[in-house]
């Protein structure tokens, strides 16, 4: 089945050690998404690509980058983790940018805990 | 920007009864989209229902159904003849007409009991 996967499921990391998460695609989808979900909170919208068109949210902090090395794989680094960067991590595709009503297919997550 | 608000963080239900989240979005624009998404416990958040706002019907997908109020900007997911597997987090959220970035609201953390 067409699908978006994470991995991994659950990460752990220390303190100011970079980090990569990692999200693949077979939809062949042109747009992915990462967003940040912390406890109790609306998933936060991190940066997206159009095909290889980064685009970053103003709020983002530049701890986070992302690439997107072909159209099936794009990977969340975060430069120094804080204690503060611990939540799931959710990548979602979508065919195009404004395709009328069609949602995101989302991955199942990254759990990231930061010790 | 737009924002979505879900003022109720968790609701339960009993199994075959009927149950309603609420939701409200704030917004400047006149063609949008609205979607209710299920996030089961450690697993990934999937479609349930979408409505296009320039529809005056309220979408339906079998036992899910929204009360879409347009004017009063109020989206709500009714949900009949609840299951045990309707239990999971339900997200509400926008889409403007012209771009893909999704507006969440915080989550409604639906209990389903026996």
């Known amino acids: 089945d067409a699908m978006v996967i994470q991995n991994p499921r659950y990460q752990v990391t220390q303190f100011g050690k970079p980090v990569t998460l990692s999200c693949s695609q077979t939809?062949?989808?042109?747009?992915m998404y990462w967003y940040q979900q912390k406890s109790s909170q609306a998933p936060k919208l991190l940066f997206h690509?159009?095909?290889?068109?980064?685009?970053n949210e103003a709020d983002t902090p530049d701890n986070f980058q992302s690439r997107r090395p072909n159209t099936s794989f794009c990977f969340l680094d975060i430069r120094s983790p804080g204690l503060g960067d611990a939540a799931m991590y959710l990548c979602?595709?979508?065919?195009?940018?404004?395709?009328?009503?069609?949602?995101?297919?989302f991955g199942s997550g990254t759990r990231l805990t930061v010790v | 920007a737009q924002t979505v608000t879900q003022s109720q963080p968790e609701m339960s239900v009993q199994e075959a009864e009927t149950v309603t989240l609420s939701c409200t979005y704030d917004?400047?624009?006149?063609?949008?989209?609205l979607f209710w998404y299920k996030q089961p416990p450690s697993r990934q958040m999937i479609l349930v229902i979408r409505?296009?706002?320039?529809?005056?019907q309220n979408a339906t997908e079998n036992r899910f159904s929204v009360n879409f109020q347009k004017a009063a900007k109020s989206f709500s997911l009714k949900i009949s003849d609840s299951q045990l597997g309707d239990a999971a987090m339900y997200f509400c959220?926008?889409?403007?007409?012209?771009?893909?970035?999704?507006?969440f609201g915080s989550g409604t953390k639906l209990n389903v009991k026996p």
């Open positions: 917004t400047s624009e006149s063609d949008y989209y």
């Open positions: 690509y159009y095909d290889k068109d980064f685009n």
């Open positions: 979602a595709t979508s065919r195009d940018l404004g395709t009328g009503a069609e949602g995101y297919t």
């Open positions: 409505q296009e706002a320039y529809k005056q």
């Open positions: 959220a926008y889409r403007g007409y012209n771009f893909n970035k999704f507006y």
């Open positions: 939809l062949n989808h042109n747009v």
